[in-house]
């Protein structure tokens, strides 16, 4: 596609639910990551994947947040058992993966925990 | 390791009046630095980036940063504010191939009429 594209843009879900956020992004581009932007704290890394080698997982807060990419491609970033903390925007990047290449940013996908 | 300080949280100025937002980092290795742009309720935007070739970088909408090895700094500049520059700037630092991303804390810019 033309850029890097998540969903969904906003999700509200009750405290203890699961939610997916699923990212696609720029076709060719090896290089994924995950951040999240919470109110006050700025930006936080949560998971790179690098083309077939094993994923960066250094940031994921806790054991409810999981992370996949199938096929080198679309990835899709799991919470379980959501809490009011998990509030947040959650932002997918993507890269061609070689230092100092571009790193695109989606739109992001706002999740509210009620 | 590495680190991206910016060194003001909010910058205000007169529209038409240069801007000025600074960013210092530090890392074991050669950086590309990074310049984004958030707009309310948008998504990132890159403004430009540095990876090791000229020193003064030029971007969109007439911004631009200098390299400084020696201050290890990474500052960026527009000689005269638009309205429409109002947004937060986040200065990022990657190292290595496809590491991740480091942040700076943002900076906020108010443009006052």
């Known amino acids: 596609g033309a850029g890097v594209s998540q969903s969904p843009s906003n999700k509200v879900t009750e405290k203890g639910k699961d939610v997916e956020l699923r990212c696609d992004p720029i076709?060719?581009?090896?290089?994924l990551y995950w951040y999240r932007q919470s109110l006050g704290q700025g930006l936080e890394f949560l998971i790179y994947?690098?083309?077939?080698?094993?994923?960066?997982k250094s940031g994921l807060p806790s054991d409810r947040f999981s992370a996949e990419r199938t096929g080198g491609s679309v990835s899709t970033l799991t919470i379980q058992r959501t809490q009011q903390e998990d509030s947040a925007v959650y932002l997918c990047a993507s890269s061609k993966g070689s230092p100092g290449n571009t790193i695109y940013f989606g739109e992001g996908s706002w999740l509210t925990v009620v | 390791a590495q680190s991206v300080t910016q060194l003001d949280s909010h910058v205000s100025v007169s529209e038409g009046t240069p801007v000025l937002l600074r960013c210092n980092y530090s890392?074991?290795?050669?950086?590309?630095l990074f310049w984004y742009v958030q707009h309310p309720n948008k998504g990132l935007q890159l403004l430009l980036k540095y990876t090791s070739a000229a020193t003064l970088v030029k971007g969109i909408n007439g911004f631009e940063a200098e390299f400084k090895k020696s201050e290890t700094s990474f500052h960026l500049t527009k000689p005269s504010a638009h309205m429409s520059d109002a947004a937060e700037y986040f200065c990022v630092v990657s190292v290595l191939a496809g590491n991740k991303l480091t942040f700076g804390g943002g900076t906020r810019v108010l443009v006052k009429p």
């Open positions: 076709s060719g581009h090896t290089a």
């Open positions: 994947f690098q083309g077939n080698s094993a994923p960066d």
């Open positions: 890392s074991s290795y050669s950086p590309s």
